[in-house]
């Protein structure tokens, strides 16, 4: 399927990737499949979402970017762009699920704009300086040209993959009020 905003190019696809690849990217999977997905932290986690054309439920594990622990919002980012399933099922309103580990929440999300989407993607490359060589070069795979970190690449490269901010529905900003024994009857 060519890519809308690239006629010249095909749009970047997992069927395109080494097969090795493609098995580390699902590897994380396993995890949360055999209730491991705790031990991932808040550095990836399950997106539940809901198939446009089928009705059923798929998962996918993707790498958080940013947390923000007021809030609970967590945001990732849509390695195969526009045309990622998961992303295109978010956008056709399909039912949003998010698992840390600990079990599925009811989920919102919103795609960042492309400002603040590079100011994260920035704020992610500073944070996490010693991986910086695999990421860079997991994205040169994923975009099919090569991405050097610099803020021309880093503009280019939040326009053809989208950042997704996931916002549990029932994130409490403050600890519940501690109970002094049981209920009054």
């Not at 399909?94 to 100011?119: I, K, M, N, Q, T």
């Not at 990421?135 to 053809?160: I, K, Q």
């Amino acid at each position: 399927m060519p890519d809308a905003r690239r006629p010249d190019r095909a749009a970047p696809r997992s069927q395109s990737l080494a097969p090795w690849l493609r098995a580390s990217f699902g590897a994380p999977n396993a995890l949360y499949a055999n209730g491991f997905g705790w031990l991932l932290g808040r550095r990836f986690l399950r997106l539940s979402h809901t198939g446009r054309r089928s009705g059923r439920t798929f998962h996918v594990v993707l790498e958080v970017v940013r947390y923000d622990r007021t809030t609970g919002e967590a945001t990732v980012i849509s390695g195969f762009g526009e045309t990622a399933d998961w992303l295109r099922n978010l956008r056709a309103g399909g039912r949003v699920e998010v698992d840390f580990g600990r079990g599925p929440s009811p989920a919102a999300y919103r795609v960042l704009g492309l400002d603040e989407a590079e100011a994260t993607y920035a704020a992610y490359e500073r944070r996490n300086l010693l991986i910086a060589p695999l990421v860079r070069w997991t994205l040169t795979a994923l975009l099919g040209w090569t991405y050097d970190g610099s803020r021309a690449a880093r503009r280019r490269m939040v326009a053809e993959l989208p950042l997704v901010a996931l916002r549990l529905a029932a994130h409490r900003t403050a600890r519940p009020p501690q109970s002094s024994g049981p209920p009054a009857t």
